[in-house]
């Protein structure tokens, strides 16, 4: 356990000046500013000393970090990596926010700024936890790699893939990966007393779509039946209307077979008997918008643009549909679902090859020792929550390690409600102190109990 009013203090102040460094992930790179970075591995250094001087350090790609604690001689475990990300994604709306979002500032219970919560804490958090247990003289019983990605936000190609693909050269291969994901959440889950700290054993795939419609030109005195911003219109209300068919996966029943104990009676009866009241099942999960998108793959239109002049029909728009896929479906059963939707050859249809797209990522096991190592150690530090498998709807960098590992999870350890996660890409990003507190507990554990098995 940590303790001590000055040393939590110091714990506090160090994430709050991590959260001043403007290491921003822009769609383009060209707008990234390298000082920011350069200047955020100076800081690292300089707060953990023991950390950067007792550990292997790579750099990758100029910005990327990988750190190896070297365990015991002739182990005959393989090793096992944590993951976190130092950049952040770009500022929306200053004035949204009630703390500047790069300002680290701390009140008596948070503390605030862009990426509180994604991801620095965790990355702190990991250093600090490193730190205490090279203080305390323990040394692991196997390798434990830390990669600290650059461009995890502009889908890790030049980070993780690197670092990924240098490790898999070396012949290193991981029992075990914990990346960001999950949470522990309170609320979200109905009929449920208890919070659920969900460990994620699988992610979404990834892939956007550019839609372009052709058509003819002229003067907006005189339209046609048909404009090319009114088809596109109508394709993007297709594609919301007629989506791909929701489906229980193998990451959504390891959820509810995990939590069916702590259901109500009538929901344990409906879970134990899934197969057949399957599309009773759908339906309710599909009412709400976090459990649609456990059984289905999402779509979310997100860029559109088309015309040059308000009295001028243009010959051309354009629109960008994002897909999240969920397990089971594919990019090219996207693709081909796209175009039967919308039904209009004048529409062209194209994956976006400028984003890092991905294929639904594998499922880890729940049986592994490494899952239950995970399990323990979350009771320990967090007490009466249930600890169950889930799948997380977004895409992370751990993805990039699916050759090398046997099993990925992704796990950040906070408790957050359905009100707190909209502060995620969102303003005012802030994380309680208690709740980073019991952050770095949770790693110092983690790493203990992975030594212990």
Request: net charge negative; with cysteine; glycine share 6%.
């Amino acid at each position: 356990k940590l303790t001590g009013v000055s040393k939590n203090e110091e714990l506090i102040l160090n994430l709050s000046e991590s959260l001043k460094y403007k290491t921003i992930s822009f769609q383009d790179s060209n707008y990234s500013e390298p000082i920011h970075f350069l200047s955020f591995h100076k800081f690292l250094e300089r707060v953990y000393p023991k950390v950067f001087s007792q550990l292997e350090k790579t750099i990758f790609s100029n910005y990327s970090i990988l750190l190896k604690w070297k365990g015991a001689n002739n182990t005959p475990y393989n090793p096992i990596l944590f993951m976190a990300h130092m950049d952040v994604v770009p500022i929306d709306n200053y004035e949204d926010w009630e703390n500047p979002p790069f300002s680290g500032n701390v009140d008596n219970e948070y503390v605030w700024g862009r990426g509180a919560l994604d991801d620095k804490s965790s990355l702190i958090a990991i250093l600090e936890s490193i730190e205490y247990l090279l203080d305390s003289g323990f040394s692991p019983n196997r390798d434990i790699y830390f990669a600290i990605g650059h461009d995890e936000e502009n889908s890790g190609i030049k980070g993780n893939a690197v670092i990924a693909d240098s490790l898999a050269l070396e012949g290193v291969y991981f029992d075990m990966v914990i990346d960001e994901g999950s949470i522990i959440t309170n609320g979200i889950i109905p009929n449920l007393d208890k919070p659920v700290a969900i460990v994620g054993i699988a992610e979404k795939g990834y892939a956007s779509f550019e839609l372009i419609c052709n058509h003819e030109s002229g003067h907006s005195s005189m339209p046609n039946n048909e404009t090319t911003i009114g088809m596109l219109a109508q394709a993007i209300v297709a594609l919301e209307k007629n989506k791909m068919p929701a489906e229980l996966t193998n990451p959504v029943i390891s959820f509810f077979n995990f939590i069916g104990p702590e259901m109500t009676m009538q929901d344990r009866f409906f879970l134990s008997n899934s197969s057949f009241f399957k599309t009773s099942i759908l339906n309710n999960l599909d009412i709400n918008p976090i459990t649609s998108a456990m059984v289905r793959t999402t779509v979310a239109p997100t860029i559109i643009n088309g015309g040059l002049k308000s009295n001028i029909l243009p010959s051309s728009a354009r629109a960008i549909v994002n897909y999240r896929i969920r397990q089971g479906d594919s990019i090219e059963e996207v693709r081909k679902h796209i175009i039967s939707a919308i039904n209009n050859d004048l529409i062209s249809v194209a994956q976006l090859k400028n984003d890092l797209s991905a294929e639904p990522s594998k499922v880890s096991s729940t049986k592994s020792p490494e899952f239950h190592i995970i399990h323990k150690t979350i009771k320990e530090v967090f007490g009466d929550v249930i600890v169950s498998p889930g799948m997380i709807l977004a895409t992370t960098d751990s993805r990039h390690y699916q050759n090398i590992s046997k099993n990925i999870y992704r796990f950040m350890p906070i408790q957050l409600s359905s009100n707190d996660l909209s502060m995620i890409h969102g303003a005012n990003e802030k994380i309680s102190i208690d709740s980073y507190i019991k952050m770095i507990e949770f790693y110092i554990n983690l790493i203990q109990n992975i030594h212990a098995s």
